[in-house]
Nanobody, 119 residues
């Protein structure tokens, strides 16, 4: 079982920056993939960014070049630095931890943190 707690959301003007944080109750070394997802009203949850245990990263097309995912293994923390924010980035952002299993995987989710980009 992995518990995840996000923080850092809020209201920001277009063009501004925010940094989201996600604390994990288990060692990040025990997690195969960690990521950020977001869900806007009326839309499906979508991948924002993920990082594998090996260090490989993947970003959603809408955030490439603006967002950066990182992890601090010593603190069991994951971060999402968001720059050049746009109104379309408004959503609830969720922290995800994925453990791979034979034939599948286990997903753990945080409670979400609201990000609102508006003037």
């Amino acid at each position: 079982q992995v518990q995840l707690v996000e923080s850092g959301g809020g209201l920001v003007q277009p063009g501004g920056s925010l940094r989201l944080s996600c604390g994990a109750s288990a060692s990040i070394f025990s997690i195969d993939v960690m990521g950020w997802y977001r869900q806007a009203p009326g839309k499906q949850r979508e991948l924002v960014a993920e990082v594998s245990k090996a260090g490989g990263t993947k970003y959603g097309d809408n955030v490439k070049g603006r967002f950066t995912i990182s992890v601090d293994n010593a603190k069991n923390m994951m971060y999402l630095q968001m720059n050049s924010l746009k109104p379309d980035d408004t959503a609830v952002y969720y922290c995800n931890a994925r453990k791979l299993r034979v034939g599948g995987y286990l997903d753990y989710w945080g409670q979400g943190t609201q990000v609102t980009v508006s003037s």
